[in-house]
């Protein structure tokens, strides 16, 4: 065996050690990676969730004005669009009495409402300038666009389990309300059913 043969096979070797330890570290890398994705995920999230409204208000806090009926759309949001308030003046601050509501149990032919309340937790006027839903199945009502400071609007999210066949399923649905509060454009609220395959 020559000496060339030898340093090859060496050469080789070292190669395959690398190339074994690469692959070693591979999943460490890849799951590191995830896990500091999703934490910046979190971060970037809870930073500009909606404040949590309070759910006691009387009935003369409640806004009504101009109407809004939501929708499923499938255009996304143009930030462009949002009418914000200058930067050095006053903000609304939007608050959602519950960013998550679960049905439970519905048959398959049922149709279910629940109220959240949309509260100005801010010192400017709080506009609601767009809100749609994430399926055809999935409506909301507004009482009002526009919440004074320290008001709120009544949000009517309506689920039809038999608009679709989803029978023996679980299912969540979502509304997304775009609006003026500069740290919270994009306010999500969901829902979940079980959706019953026999009545």
């Known amino acids: 065996m020559s000496v060339s043969d030898t340093t ?16 070693k570290l591979l999943p460490l890398v890849i799951v590191t990676a995830g896990v500091l994705l999703i934490g910046a995920s979190l971060y970037w999230m809870v ?10 208000y009387q009935p003369e806090d409640v806004v009504y004005g101009t109407k809004l009926h939501a929708t499923h759309e499938m255009e ?5 669009s949002i009418p914000f308030l200058a930067t050095d003046g006053p903000q ?9 509501f679960n049905f439970g149990s519905l048959g398959p032919k049922d149709v279910a409402t629940h109220d959240f309340v949309i509260a100005n937790q801010g ?10 839903t994430t399926c055809g199945c999935t409506s909301a009502d507004f009482t009002a666009t526009v919440i004074p400071p320290g008001k709120v609007a009544i949000m ?3 689920f039809d389990a038999g608009f679709h066949d989803v029978s023996g ?3 969540r649905r979502g509304v997304i309300i775009e609006n003026n509060d500069p ?3 994009t306010a999500e609220i969901w829902t979940q059913a079980t959706v019953r395959a026999e009545p």
Do not use: C, H, W
């Open 8 to 23: 090859s096979k060496k050469e080789f070797r070292e190669r395959a050690r690398k190339q074994r330890q690469r692959q």
């Open 47 to 56: 930073g500009r969730a909606p404040a949590k409204a309070v759910a006691d």
């Open 76 to 80: 996304p949001t143009d930030m462009n």
């Open 92 to 100: 609304p601050k939007i608050a959602i009495s519950e960013s998550f």
């Open 123 to 132: 010192a400017a006027p709080l506009t609601i300038s767009r809100a749609y």
């Open 156 to 158: 009517t999210l309506t």
């Open 169 to 171: 399923q679980t299912v």
């Open 183 to 185: 740290n919270s454009p």
